[in-house]
Each structure stands twice: as C-alpha cells, then as structure tokens.
C-alpha cells in the first residue's frame, strides 16, 4: 500500500508556471506507474499525464501536451508534475495517483491509490 500526498498548487496568473509534487510513503513506490489526473468544478476527473516505473516512458492528454512535463525520483519517492505556459482551463483540483498495471494508462479504474488533491487555479 502506499500514501500520497500532493504539494505545489496555487494562484498563477494566466502563462505562468507551476510545479507540482507528490510524495509517496512506503518503500514500494518503484512498483507503481505514476499518474496525474485533474477535475475541474463540475466536470468528471480526467487524465493529465502518467510515467511508468522507472521514468522512460510518459503519456500526456493533448490539451497539456508541450506544456506539463511528468517526471519522478526513485530516490526521493516522489512524483512531479512541471506545469508551463498555464491556461485558465487548466483551473482544477490535481491528483496524483498509483498503479500497478504494466504500463502507462489513462484510465482513472487502473489507478489504485490517490493523493487528496491540490489545488491549481490560473487567472486571465
């Protein structure tokens, strides 16, 4: 089992940046594919970007592609989400999440365990 604890959210103004963390308890965390999901008031929780267990293959949403960079440290357990160029629809609550299926997925039911959320939001 492992526990997550997100960190890093905020107030930017629009073309700002951000980076999120989180961490990760236990000494299992090389056993999880990594991800990042985001929901938004309203709206259903979806996929931001993933990173497999040992960092050499991520996957990103296309509305975040060429903006967000997902990357982790073994070393330090923790995963972060490197957030540039930000848009006010990039406005959400972030999770960070944990997987054990084999590689890289998009789909929050491969997920299993979650952080509490940070919040991000980017004014125009």
């Known amino acids: 089992q492992v526990q997550l604890v997100e960190s890093g959210g905020g107030l930017v103004q629009a073309g700002g940046s951000l980076r999120l963390s989180c961490a990760a308890s236990?000494?299992?965390?090389?056993?999880?594919?990594m991800g990042w999901f985001r929901q938004a008031p309203g709206e259903e929780r979806v996929f931001v970007a993933a990173?497999?267990?040992?960092?050499?293959?991520?996957s990103y949403a296309d509305s975040v592609k060429g903006r967000f960079t997902i990357s982790r440290d073994n070393v330090r357990n923790t995963v972060y989400l490197q957030m540039n160029s930000l848009k006010p629809e990039d406005t959400a609550v972030y999770y960070c999440?944990?997987?054990?299926?084999?590689?890289?997925?998009?789909?929050?039911?491969?997920?299993?365990?979650w952080g509490q959320g940070t919040q991000v939001t980017v004014s125009s």
């Open positions: 236990g000494r299992t965390f090389m056993s999880y594919v």
């Open positions: 999440a944990a997987s054990r299926t084999f590689g890289v997925s998009r789909s929050i039911k491969d997920y299993d365990y």
């Open positions: 990173i497999t267990r040992n960092g050499a293959s991520t």
